[in-house]
């Protein structure tokens, strides 16, 4: 049980990722009363089966730095999912996280997806890529399945032509959304205001507005396999 809002002390979210066995399931006490838990020394690497069960978006709330520097030793995200991992987060908010070219290959302002993840009620908000991908998600390979997740106001600088504010799906990923809404998202220099997508993606049951992509593709920007079912785009 996460007991600390701290970024690394005993009872803190990193902590309790890194003495967890595979299979276990991560639970916030309630006693954080809603504290944002304010991430200052870089991403959690999850690299194992894990189940990191909030309680809910507007009580457990995890929070990168904001900010960027040259010294920074590892990327400002959120989350990284290794390939080998099975992980399934619930009820949380993940918002501040960054990544910039300088110490990042790829993207995903708030989650880097290589493994299989399962997000669902969620909002993933505020959260950058500077001369990266994937402004909330980038998934790199990986499986993504997503229940009833907001994104808003995910911002991107991408410099490159496909970006995703919202999420950046590779062309070995897939993508599963049901009931999510993409609102907000922002890209400049770069097409997919709320989704880029290069790989096999499903929507459905899910809306879109406000999105902004500079060069086109405000909702979503498709050169892979897509299908869209019930939703508003």
């Given at each position: 049980t996460?007991?600390?809002?701290?970024?690394?002390?005993?009872?803190?979210?990193?902590?309790a990722?890194?003495?967890?066995?595979?299979?276990?399931?991560?639970?916030?006490?309630?006693?954080?009363?809603?504290?944002?838990?304010?991430l200052t020394?870089?991403?959690i690497?999850?690299?194992?089966?894990?189940?990191?069960?909030?309680?809910?978006?507007?009580?457990?709330?995890?929070?990168?730095?904001e900010?960027?520097?040259?010294?920074?030793i590892?990327?400002?995200?959120?989350?990284?999912?290794?390939?080998?991992?099975l992980?399934?987060?619930?009820g949380?908010?993940?918002?501040?996280g960054?990544?910039?070219?300088?110490?990042?290959?790829l993207?995903?302002?708030?989650?880097?997806?290589r493994?299989t993840?399962?997000?669902?009620?969620?909002?993933?908000?505020?959260?950058?890529a500077?001369?990266?991908r994937g402004g909330?998600?980038?998934n790199?390979?990986?499986?993504?399945?997503l229940?009833?997740?907001?994104?808003?106001?995910?911002?991107?600088?991408?410099?490159?032509?496909?970006?995703?504010g919202?999420?950046y799906?590779?062309?070995?990923?897939?993508?599963d959304?049901?009931?999510?809404?993409f609102?907000?998202?922002n890209?400049?220099?770069?097409?997919?205001?709320?989704?880029?997508?290069?790989?096999?993606?499903?929507?459905?049951?899910s809306r879109?507005?406000?999105?902004?992509g500079?060069?086109?593709g405000?909702?979503?920007?498709?050169?892979?396999?897509?299908?869209i079912?019930?939703?508003?785009?």
């Amino acid at each position: 049980t996460v007991t600390s809002s701290n970024d690394s002390a005993p009872g803190s979210l990193r902590e309790a990722v890194a003495v967890a066995e595979t299979g276990d399931e991560i639970r916030f006490s309630a006693a954080l009363g809603g504290a944002a838990i304010q991430l200052t020394s870089g991403q959690i690497v999850i690299g194992k089966g894990l189940t990191l069960r909030g309680e809910g978006p507007n009580q457990t709330i995890i929070r990168g730095p904001e900010r960027f520097s040259l010294t920074d030793i590892v990327p400002n995200r959120i989350f990284e999912v290794g390939p080998a991992a099975l992980v399934q987060i619930t009820g949380v908010t993940l918002s501040g996280g960054i990544v910039h070219a300088d110490k990042d290959d790829l993207g995903g302002g708030a989650i880097l997806n290589r493994g299989t993840l399962i997000l669902t009620n969620s909002l993933i908000t505020e959260n950058t890529a500077i001369s990266r991908r994937g402004g909330g998600i980038y998934n790199s390979g990986g499986t993504l399945k997503l229940r009833d997740v907001h994104f808003v106001n995910n911002y991107i600088d991408s410099g490159t032509v496909i970006g995703g504010g919202g999420i950046y799906n590779d062309a070995a990923g897939t993508v599963d959304l049901v009931r999510c809404v993409f609102a907000d998202q922002n890209t400049i220099k770069s097409i997919g205001g709320g989704i880029a997508n290069e790989g096999v993606m499903t929507i459905e049951s899910s809306r879109f507005e406000h999105n902004y992509g500079w060069g086109g593709g405000g909702a979503v920007d498709n050169r892979g396999v897509l299908h869209i079912r019930d939703s508003l785009v």
